[in-house]
């Protein structure tokens, strides 16, 4: 992305020693412009936070919003939903707009990095839209946001796993090797460490009394997962250091604690969660901090479009744009979708507290099953290659 980052910045030479502001407005420039979306995302987070904690009042003087049929804080996931909904349009719209733009100083890319005033404007009339939208096509979106936040799981998944693996290569590639010997040690060792910690501390936390049968499994489980992608990796013929299996180990323990976490503080299993349902400022500061990470998450994954081409190719022309547009925007419209997921607790006739994210067993499960399958693709990275290897030699045989 450096490449990517020189010739952006080269395009404007001038427009660097003006004032951010100008920039915005006089400088179409592609690296401010995606942080200008980020920024419009997160305001759209806070406002679905805003309309499911604190606008039921002004909800229920709507006509139009009376189709939960009883069912206690649907007005606020219903709210969600149509902030969600509005998200998606502007950012899906914006993606079929943007869709293919390969070269600067094209109308779609010009699209892309400028035109603020008129995307504000509409960013602001798709908020506003959903709520004049029937309460039946709410709950259709509702369903199909289920998918779209899978797919934005997926999109991550295979994000993260594409940068370890780039992190391993560039630490044992020939001109940083000998330079970065020690620290991948310590950065595995670290990793490993922190590993074993979490497992011990969630048997802790989450299991006061043996009939936790459930949070025993999933720690148990993903202890088995640590050791068998650490058993893989550094099979011979895969011969991955510990580097790779000490990352991966620290991303399915926190998936597993975010699962446990999501359980329902109602759980006898669950006293860390029973003990923090008051809306203390422990409690305040672990959603802004949650809400937060989501929104960098989607930033991050946006702009790694490079690890979805089949084709790859390091050489980047001084026209190239520097990440992928339509890639960017689709990313965000499927985290549009996440978001609304994670406030409702992946279910829409969910009943919500305030201050909470992604809470509820349909969220446990979602995320131990984001757990495992991030294991599996991960081992499945590292046996693919070898499979292929091996059916490519017997066919010539």
């Known amino acids: 992305m450096e490449s990517g980052a020189s010739s952006g910045n080269g395009r404007h030479p001038e427009g660097m020693k003006e004032s951010w502001f100008s920039q915005f407005r006089n400088s179409p420039n592609?690296?401010?412009?995606?942080?200008?979306?980020g920024l419009m995302f997160l305001?759209?987070?806070l406002l679905a936070w805003a309309v499911r904690d604190y606008g039921r009042g002004a909800l229920t003087e709507m006509e139009r919003l009376q189709g939960c049929k009883g069912v206690r804080d649907c007005l606020g996931a219903e709210g969600v939903l149509r902030v969600s909904l509005g998200c998606f349009t502007f950012y899906f719209i914006m993606f079929l707009s943007t869709a293919g733009t390969s070269k600067l100083h094209k109308p779609r890319e010009l699209w892309h990095s400028g035109w603020w005033s008129a995307k504000i404007i509409l960013w602001v009339a798709l908020m506003m839209l959903p709520f004049l939208v029937p309460s039946a096509f709410i709950q259709l979106y509702g369903e199909i946001a289920h998918f779209g936040a899978g797919v934005f799981l997926l999109i991550q998944l295979i994000s993260i796993i594409s940068f370890i693996k780039w992190l391993n290569d560039c630490c044992h590639s020939g001109k940083y090797a000998d330079r970065c010997r020690i620290h991948v040690m310590l950065l595995a060792t670290t990793a490993y460490v922190i590993c074993i910690m979490g497992i011990i501390l969630m048997y802790i936390w989450y299991v006061p009394e043996p009939s936790c049968l459930l949070n025993i499994f999933f720690i148990t489980w993903t202890l088995v997962l640590l050791q068998l992608m650490t058993s893989v990796s550094l099979h011979p013929k895969v011969d991955e250091s510990f580097l790779t299996p000490g990352l991966m180990g620290l991303y399915v323990v926190f998936l597993c604690w975010c699962a446990i976490r999501s359980e329902p503080p109602e759980d006898r299993c669950n006293q860390k969660v029973e003990s923090a349902t008051k809306a203390d400022w422990l409690t305040i500061i672990s959603f802004i901090v949650a809400l937060l990470a989501m929104v960098i998450a989607t930033f991050s994954t946006g702009i790694d479009s490079k690890c979805f081409q089949f084709r790859k190719d390091d050489t980047q022309a001084e026209d190239d744009v520097p990440y992928g547009y339509g890639f960017f925007h689709f990313v965000f419209a499927t985290g549009a979708m996440y978001?609304?997921?994670?406030?409702i607790g992946w279910n829409t006739h969910h009943s919500i507290r305030k201050w909470t994210i992604d809470v509820g067993w349909t969220s446990t499960w979602v995320?131990?099953?984001n757990e495992w399958l991030a294991a599996c693709v991960y081992l499945w990275m590292l046996v693919a290659p070898i499979i292929w290897k091996s059916r490519q030699t017997g066919e010539s045989t």
């Open 30 to 37: 592609p690296w401010m412009a995606r942080y200008v979306y």
């Open 43 to 45: 305001i759209t987070n």
């Open 339 to 343: 978001f609304s997921m994670l406030l």
């Open 367 to 369: 995320r131990i099953v």
